[in-house]
């Protein structure tokens, strides 16, 4: 008996935000041109629930030509999906860079906070990883460590350059949370850690789904009203089975029923 798949149609359309590389005269390609770009992984991983990922450019720009808004992405979209890279400017939780290193990127932190209000204001679903998480926490009025290692000097180390995403440590749910009854069972995972940044001020109506048990640093958040929004600090589309680490298919099988779940049902 054949399978069928669902049509396109059927299937949750989720937005991915752009990570951006300015010009630079040492790129071999492109180097005097702004490129926005997604990390296969994270399409891949949305892929892997059956939907179809799309990226959103920036509308906005010295080129930029149209009437193109973040809402009409947002009312076409079912879903957006906010991915890891640059740091985020200490500018935008009120706060000057400690290091010049950590300075982040204003411009793609101006970008990516529109393009979440444009999502939420239509009802529409927002999941974040790593980054993700962070620029929710932030666009929602929390704030962050600049540099857990140096503001939160009894922490573990959860960023490891040359392990990048093999670092590992454990992860413990908060019982009664909507992720506890995702991850049923074992109340603790092993997830992977690649983040030198992190929540510090938690912003108001968001609750901790998971914390690292070690040291307290927050792992997982979740909006408390309103439209679906949703963090995670690690990376479930670096997760693989092997490492034994945590099965997110589970989270984004959630994330997918919301956003099918926003689409205004078609007329007979």
Request: aromatic content about 8%.
């Amino acid at each position: 008996m054949t399978v069928m798949s669902p049509a396109s149609s059927d299937r949750p359309k989720i937005g991915v935000s752009a990570c951006f590389f300015y010009p630079d005269p040492a790129r071999t390609a492109f180097s005097k041109k702004t490129l926005q770009y997604v990390e296969q992984s994270v399409p891949h991983w949305v892929m892997s629930g059956g939907a179809l990922p799309v990226m959103i450019p920036s509308p906005t720009g010295e080129t930029a030509r149209g009437d193109i808004r973040f809402a009409d992405y947002a009312q076409w979209l079912d879903g957006l999906v906010l991915h890891g890279g640059a740091d985020l400017w200490p500018g935008s939780y009120g706060e000057t860079p400690l290091k010049d290193a950590w300075k982040g990127d204003r411009n793609r932190d101006e970008y990516e906070i529109a393009l979440m209000r444009a999502f939420v204001d239509a009802g529409k679903p927002v999941f974040g990883i790593c980054r993700g998480l962070q620029l929710i926490n932030v666009g929602f009025g929390g704030s962050l460590y600049q540099d857990v290692g140096t503001q939160h000097p009894e922490s573990l180390k959860h960023r490891d350059a040359e392990a990048y995403d093999l670092n590992f440590h454990p992860v413990e749910l908060v019982p009664g949370s909507r992720l506890a009854q995702l991850l049923p069972g074992e109340n603790r995972h092993t997830i992977n850690s690649v983040h030198h940044q992190g929540i510090k001020k938690l912003a108001q109506d968001f609750v901790v789904e998971a914390v690292s048990p070690d040291d307290g640093m927050i792992e997982a958040i979740r909006h408390t009203g309103g439209p679906w929004v949703a963090g995670v600090q690690w990376h479930p589309e670096f997760h693989k089975s092997e490492h034994g680490t945590l099965d997110d298919a589970p989270i984004l099988a959630d994330f997918l029923a919301a956003a099918l779940a926003t689409r205004v049902p078609r007329t007979p």
